[in-house]
Nanobody, 125 residues
Framework: QVQLVESGGGLVQAGGSLRLSCAAS????????MGWFRQAPGKEREFVAA???????NYADSVRGRFTISRDNARNTVFLQMDSLKPEDTADYYC???????????????????WGQGTQVTVSS
């Protein structure tokens, strides 16, 4: 059974930093892409960042330059370093893992087969 376990969320003041982690288990993830999405109350889930098996990355325009995604393939773990946080970054953050699909962008939820339970991030002004 595949499990994605997120950690690292919390409450932080604007301008502060948080580091999210997501550990995947239950199958082999060689070649899989890993990503982060977020969902604020009353809004749709949106793409934040993704990283391919080989290490190339994609970011949403709203977080580029402030957030950094990385991964440890040996531990099937993906990280999201969030710096210069803003109140508008407040949301539940979800990690996702998937094999990638031809013609489907990394920013699409359809790229991913497995999802974590979410971790809450609150940024106060």
């Amino acid at each position: 059974q595949v499990q994605l376990v997120e950690s690292g969320g919390g409450l932080v003041q604007a301008g502060g930093s948080l580091r999210l982690s997501c550990a995947a288990s239950g199958r082999a993830f060689s070649g899989y892409n890993m990503g982060w999405f977020r969902q604020a109350p009353g809004k749709e889930r949106e793409f934040v960042a993704a990283i391919r098996w080989g290490g190339s990355t994609n970011y949403a325009d709203s977080v580029r330059g402030r957030f950094t995604i990385s991964r440890d393939n040996a531990r099937n773990t993906v990280f999201l370093q969030m710096d210069s946080l803003k109140p508008e970054d407040t949301a539940d953050y979800y990690c996702a893992v998937g094999p990638g699909r031809l013609g489907v962008a990394l920013s699409s939820t359809y790229t991913y087969d497995y999802w974590g339970q979410g971790t809450q991030v609150t940024v106060s002004s």
